[in-house]
């Protein structure tokens, strides 16, 4: 039987990849993000054009019933600390973390309802590994990995909520950072599995914590970043 899955942030990168996999798997998706050109046309799949920094979440019309919710727009925004005016820490902290509250509050009685759902949130290997220029974003996904540990507490046993910490992914958010070969290798060469993230490495993860093969995994923060966080090579 298929299940009702809602990605926020769909239609590009790793939320992208997500959908694509969900529909090869004949799971009902509905995508919310601001464009839908790069969608594919499937049956099982509803676009809703909306933007979370202007749109009211409250008039969006979604099934009673969710099986699972990812959350996907985020930002990178790397500069030195002096650079990074207050108000930068609050631009960031919109979209990563304001926006998956008013989300996550919209959906909590359709998440509820199926009695076995799954909430995927995304953070950054730059949390757990402190890197230069990331105290914005750093900031924000400490942010989302405390939100998403407390509502597992809060929302178990019926609703799962675990956190992916990708590195560098190749992704529309990425692309200036990936966009010379030269900075291709030299990205490639800092993990120790010697390659920088596609958008499926963190679908394939995903989509297993959104199934029932993740049915007894919850309140973790996962890390899918080519060993960045946890190996240091020879
Ligand atoms: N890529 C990386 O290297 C990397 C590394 C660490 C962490 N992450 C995190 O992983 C998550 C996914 O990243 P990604 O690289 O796949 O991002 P992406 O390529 O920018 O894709 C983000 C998705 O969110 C949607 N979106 C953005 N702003 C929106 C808004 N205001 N309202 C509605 N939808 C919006 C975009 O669609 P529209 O433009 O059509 O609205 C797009 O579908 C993010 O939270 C990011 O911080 C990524």
Redesign the pocket.
């Known amino acids: 039987m298929s299940r009702n899955y809602l990605i926020?942030?769909?239609?590009?990168?790793?939320?992208?990849a997500i959908t694509k996999q969900l529909l090869s798997e004949n799971q009902e998706v509905i995508?919310?993000?601001?464009?839908?050109d790069t969608l594919p046309d499937h049956p099982n799949l509803k676009h809703i054009t909306?933007?979370?920094?202007?749109d009211e979440v409250d008039a969006l019309e979604l099934p009673e019933e969710l099986h699972g919710l990812v959350?996907?727009?985020?930002?990178?925004n790397l500069k030195p600390f002096r650079a990074l005016k207050p108000e930068a820490f609050l631009v960031d902290f919109e979209?990563?973390v304001l926006?998956a509250v008013k989300v996550l509050r919209k959906c909590q009685k359709a998440l509820s309802k199926s009695g076995n759902s799954s909430v995927v949130l995304?953070?950054?290997?730059?949390v757990g590994q402190g890197m230069p220029y990331h105290t914005s974003?750093a900031t924000s996904?400490g942010a989302i990995e405390g939100l998403g540990k407390s509502l597992a507490a809060e929302w178990a046993p019926k609703v799962r909520v675990n956190i992916?910490?990708?590195?560098?992914?190749?992704?529309?958010?990425?692309e200036k950072?990936l966009s010379t070969d030269d900075k291709k290798a030299a990205s490639n060469n800092r993990h120790p599995l010697k390659r920088?993230?596609q958008?499926e490495d963190?679908a394939a993860m995903a989509c297993l914590l959104l199934s029932e093969k993740g049915s007894w995994i919850s309140g973790q923060v996962i890390g899918i970043d080519g060993g960045m966080s946890t190996l240091r090579p020879m």
């Open positions: 926020v942030g769909g239609s590009k990168g790793i939320g992208l995508v919310l993000s601001r464009s839908n909306f933007d979370i920094l202007e959350y996907c727009p985020g930002s990178i979209i990563n926006g995304f953070s950054t290997v730059a974003v996904k992916l910490a990708p590195s560098l992914t190749d992704t529309p958010l990425a950072l920088f993230g958008p963190l």
